[in-house]
């Protein structure tokens, strides 16, 4: 997904410029276009640039996780609403991905990245002023059809910003570092700000960040439209968006209402069903805005689905490790932000230091699947939390492994995943990516929650009702009771999360089979292409 019509995982690990355009002459092949990246003399300058709206980004997941029992207090949101300042977010994001993909290929990467900035910032503004649940959440929304538009362009512009190999596997270590570390990143920022400021800096800090990165894109990015007379695909957004809403809500009602209650059945086989209409109609749109020619590729379509189950498991993990930390142990904001710094050194040392070097040498999936087995590992100790665990022996352990396990697979997924990829498509593709980590957040957040809660409460009612009938239900009793409840919960939902996690490396395993770049190109390999099946090679 280069500016030389060849990128992706096997630019990110060949020899540079030379051996590329060695490789060309051999096959009787001119050069696709120019190197973009040797063109661009402030390249580093513009991965700052990307690399701070990618953070921005990120960090809007989680920055609200531990703002979340300051916000519902001061604005009186439910217990079953609360979710919603999560997920208001997650879903408008994953839901308009593709379409933001799209506009980015037809308008241009750098001026979609420049009023995604802008409107990033206008919708903090608004939810931190928010005087009440329904502003918060809509605000929180409009964040996320902005984070739509701003996303896929950056990961665009970093592919057609850095073509030269080597160079392009650091730019891609520092991204997958963002991307991965971000999360964790901004429970650590949410604490501070809730802490010492107050819970609406956690929306206010985007707009001085923006209007940082808005000034950098003016000067140090650089972008050539691809635009080819495509046109959107108004009823796949239509199909894809409300098929991904159908499910996510559906999942938030089945706490209230129960699995089989029919509202919640009709919204999941509903927005199952339109999920299915979108996949068909994008075989029949002239203009689609998933060309499934991206997807069908065994590897990428691999990157996808291991990406999306990844972030499934990670989601709920931060979301319950918040609660447990401040509800559980009584930290505050601030320490209970702190105590992610572990996960969030290990994420950034294993994608910088670990992935970054390893992925010149190895297959994807050698990384992937040992990276999916770390973290289902980490979250597995998790299950065997109490009431009265200490956060060094049972808590530390387990954020090293997911860590460690996290920062294995985001960059290999990122970079398999945008791998071969046409330009006109480029930004499409880096959509997809983005969209797969974001509804697998979403759907994590949703369906883990309710896990969770329902588990919980089943556990505290069954313990009230055998203390109540033994004349042994005191006040001491029932508190005892509600916060071991509280943490039953939380393990069942993340033992889920690492049968997820297990599945995602069964995923990687079976599906994404690229070779080492050193290995060269598989037999039957086409120039120009990328290899006999599509695949990243």
């Avoid at 809007?60 to 919603?84: C, F, H, K, Y």
Wanted: glycine fraction near 14%; charged fraction near 10%; proline fraction near 5%.
């Amino acid at each position: 997904m280069s500016g030389d019509g060849q990128g992706g995982y096997g630019e990110v690990t060949t020899g540079g410029q030379a051996d590329r355009a060695e490789r060309a002459g051999q096959a009787g092949a001119p050069e696709a276009g120019p190197n973009l990246g040797t063109e661009n003399p402030h390249r580093w300058w513009a991965l700052i640039t990307i690399a701070l709206a990618q953070l921005m980004v990120v960090l809007d997941a989680t920055i609200v996780n531990i703002a979340l029992p300051s916000a519902q207090r001061e604005l009186g949101i439910s217990d079953a609403d609360r979710q919603w300042v999560i997920t208001a977010y997650t879903l408008a994001f994953g839901g308009l991905l593709l379409l933001g993909g799209r506009v980015a290929d037809l308008v241009g990467r750098k001026t979609t990245f420049m009023v995604g900035l802008v409107g990033f910032a206008v919708a903090s503004g608004l939810g931190g002023a928010a005087g009440g649940p329904g502003l918060l959440f809509g605000a929180r929304a409009l964040q996320g059809v902005f984070a739509a538009v701003l996303a896929p362009s950056a990961l665009s512009l970093l592919t057609t910003t850095f073509t030269d190999g080597r160079e392009r596997g650091k730019a891609f270590g520092i991204y997958g570092a963002i991307a991965g570390g971000g999360a964790a990143i901004g429970l650590i920022v949410g604490g501070l700000l809730t802490e010492y400021l107050d819970w609406r800096w956690c929306l206010y800090v985007n707009v001085p960040i923006a209007a940082v990165a808005f000034a950098g894109a003016a000067v140090f990015l650089h972008d050539r439209p691809e635009r080819g007379g495509a046109r959107l695909d108004v009823p796949g957004v239509v199909l894809g968006c409300g098929g991904l809403v159908a499910i996510v809500y559906g999942c938030s009602e089945a706490r209230p209402r129960g699995w089989g209650d029919a509202v919640v059945l009709g919204l999941l086989c509903g927005g199952a069903a339109l999920l299915a209409v979108f996949a068909w109609w994008q075989t029949r749109a002239r203009h689609p805005l998933l060309p499934l020619h991206i997807v069908r590729d065994r590897n990428r379509g691999g990157a996808f689905l291991t990406m999306a189950l990844a972030t499934i498991a990670l989601f709920g993990m931060f979301l319950f490790l918040t609660y447990y930390f401040q509800i559980v142990l009584g930290y505050s904001p601030l320490k209970a932000g702190l105590a992610f710094l572990p996960m969030t050194a290990a994420i950034v040392t294993a994608s910088t230091q670990i992935s970054a070097r390893l992925l010149h040498h190895l297959p994807p999936r050698l990384l992937m699947v040992p990276g999916a087995l770390l973290a289902a590992g980490g979250l597995y100790l998790l299950t065997f939390l109490t009431a009265r665990s200490a956060y060094a022996p049972h808590v530390l352990p387990a954020e090293l492994l997911v860590g460690l396990g996290m920062g294995l697979i985001f960059m290999p997924v990122m970079a398999t995943a945008t791998s071969g990829v046409a330009p006109r498509d480029a930004g499409v593709t880096s959509a997809t990516v983005n969209t797969a980590q974001q509804v697998g957040g979403s759907i994590g957040t949703a369906l883990l929650n309710t896990i969770a809660t329902s588990a919980g409460a089943t556990y505290i009612a069954d313990r009230l009702l055998a203390a109540a009938r033994t004349g042994r239900l005191t006040p001491a009793v029932r508190g005892a009771v509600v916060k071991d409840g509280v943490v039953h919960g939380f393990t069942v939902a993340i033992s889920v999360s690492a049968s997820v996690m297990l599945l995602a490396a069964v995923v990687a395993a079976l599906l994404v089979t690229a070779r080492a770049p050193r290995h060269g190109p598989p037999p039957g390999h086409r120039p120009g292409t990328g290899s006999p099946d599509g695949a990243p090679h």
